[in-house]
């Protein structure tokens, strides 16, 4: 137990000042020789104590003691606490055991909910958006939205861009711009979000899933390799190939790229993750012939939903925006030839957007510290194993992520997330691999040798709380949740 956290009757008002000064929890616990609670001392009674004409010096048990402090049972969560708090109005729970001995004095600011990737504006989103409603360019489009693929585009280093209402919405028109069709084939990466795979089913066409290596938890090159050799032994050439870069790491883009020219297949870059990281100096998103980013709420920088399509090849950007804007061909009245969609941005959340693009490179040193925090104030802990950075390659650290290296602790992720949800902080695991969900029974899964990467990397793997606008207080709490659930196991 923290020793300043309380004190008793017969030390003096000065050292009950103190023991709050090192606990910054604006209060201390009195309690007796044997730990029974007797009573809260906050930094505000202590302050009126003196201007009642009371010394510093003056004994604790001069003061009044009848007042009952509120008290909450050793374990109750940290989220029913809090809303015992919000309740009765107050700031400070005193934990005690069932027989009414002092446990822990908590500070409504240690329980509120820690997110694992929560949006974080920045100072010239508002006045973005205030232009699009001073203007009335409250309608889809308008020039924020050309504004922020303008400067997107730019900020990446490609020629074109085009903003869309989501990541999902990039992927899927990247398939058709391809000519991805019914029964076709995709090979995707295995370990990744839904969203990567999803379009390939709008399209009828069939995934082939990829596992990943050890070195970036991306798309292994071997297995990509096996399975484009496999498939053409079959007499099938997928028609695209879908990297998914991970928690802003870039898969190994060159060893990838030259498969797919070897065997003609042209390359999706799913960047909705590492928007802002580099792969020898090239930005993520460009590396291939199509990438897409996604501005969904969690995500490095957001426009709260949103996403963008970006290539050097001007044909497939304009293509897209055409088919975004549901196929209008240029016309004096309503004419169309084929199916659009309706997959525009508006000029409202571009708004967001481009204030957002303004303090990228702010978020990604920001997640980057906080990874090499938990990096620092973990170190000593041997079982976790942190997500690697591929040499010549800057994560932007979306996420933070570990293995908990089952030789070393029978801690799983499992156990690991419930106890740090029961202290109000959010951690997740791994994604699931596409071919353990039931939406793809059936699907073709592509490993090299006996290995299996991503289903390795789900068993064993979690995401801890990475928001940029997390402060260092809250990453301290982490820290030590962490190392209490892992280091008492
Ligand atoms: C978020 C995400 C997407 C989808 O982006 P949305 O904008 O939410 O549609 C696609 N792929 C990956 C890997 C993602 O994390």
């Not at 009765?88 to 069932?98: P, R, Y």
């Not at 009335?136 to 730019?154: K, M, Q, S, Y």
């Not at 280093?157 to 999902?168: I, Q």
């Not at 106890?419 to 699931?432: C, D, G, P, T, Y």
């Amino acid at each position: 137990m923290n020793h300043f956290l309380t004190v008793t009757l017969n030390d003096t008002i000065k050292t009950a000042l103190e023991r709050i000064n090192e606990n910054c929890k604006t209060a201390v616990a009195v309690v007796d020789e044997s730990l029974n609670l007797l009573r809260l001392l906050t930094d505000g009674d202590l302050r009126r104590a003196i201007l009642d004409g009371f010394n510093t010096s003056d004994k604790l048990s001069t003061l009044s003691t009848s007042v009952t402090p509120f008290t909450v049972p050793e374990g109750i969560s940290y989220t029913e606490i809090l809303a015992l708090l919000d309740e009765k109005e107050f700031d400070h729970a005193v934990v005690v055991s069932n027989d009414g001995k002092f446990l822990d004095l908590l500070h409504r600011r240690e329980l509120t909910r820690v997110w694992l990737s929560s949006p974080h504006i920045g100072r010239l989103e508002t006045k973005y958006v205030n232009e699009a409603f001073d203007t009335n360019w409250i309608a889809p489009l308008g020039p924020n939205v050309d504004g922020f693929e303008r400067e997107l585009a730019e900020y990446v280093g490609v020629n074109h861009a085009v903003a869309l209402s989501s990541g999902t919405a990039a992927i899927h028109l990247s398939l058709i711009l391809l000519g991805v069709r019914p029964k076709d084939l995709v090979l995707c990466s295995a370990l990744t979000f839904v969203a990567s795979a999803n379009p390939i089913l709008y399209q009828y066409a069939t995934p082939v899933f990829i596992d990943s290596d050890l070195d970036t938890w991306n798309m292994c090159p071997k297995s990509l390799s096996k399975a484009l050799a496999s498939l053409k032994g079959r007499g099938q050439k997928p028609k695209a190939i879908i990297v998914v870069n991970l928690y802003g790491q870039v898969a190994k883009m060159n060893e990838i790229n030259a498969l797919a020219s070897e065997y003609d297949i042209p390359v999706i870059e799913d960047a909705a993750e590492s928007l802002g990281a580099t792969y020898k100096e090239k930005q993520s998103g460009t590396l291939c012939e199509l990438g897409i980013f996604s501005f969904n709420g969690n995500k490095i920088i957001t426009t709260s939903g949103g996403g963008m399509l970006v290539s050097n090849n001007k044909e497939l950007i304009d293509k897209a925006r055409h088919l975004a804007t549901q196929a209008r061909e240029n016309y004096p009245f309503y004419h169309h030839a084929e199916v659009g969609f309706n997959y525009r941005m508006s000029n409202v959340l571009a708004g967001i957007g481009r204030g957002q693009l303004k303090v990228l490179p702010q978020r990604v040193s920001r997640r980057r510290e906080i990874y090499n925090r938990y990096l620092e104030g973990l170190a000593d802990i041997e079982c976790l194993v942190w997500m690697p950075e591929l040499e010549n390659t800057k994560s932007n650290r979306w996420l933070t992520a570990a293995i908990l290296e089952p030789s070393k602790t029978t801690v799983s992720p499992a156990e690991l997330i419930e106890k740090l949800s029961f202290v109000n902080i959010e951690a997740r695991h791994i994604w699931k691999p596409m071919q353990l969900q039931p939406l793809f029974d059936g699907c073709e899964y592509i490993s090299y040798e006996s290995q299996n990467v991503s289903e390795y990397l789900f068993n064993y793997g979690v995401c801890l709380p990475s928001s940029s606008n997390m402060t260092d207080a809250e990453l301290d709490r982490i820290i030590k949740a962490i190392r209490q659930v892992l280091l008492t196991s």
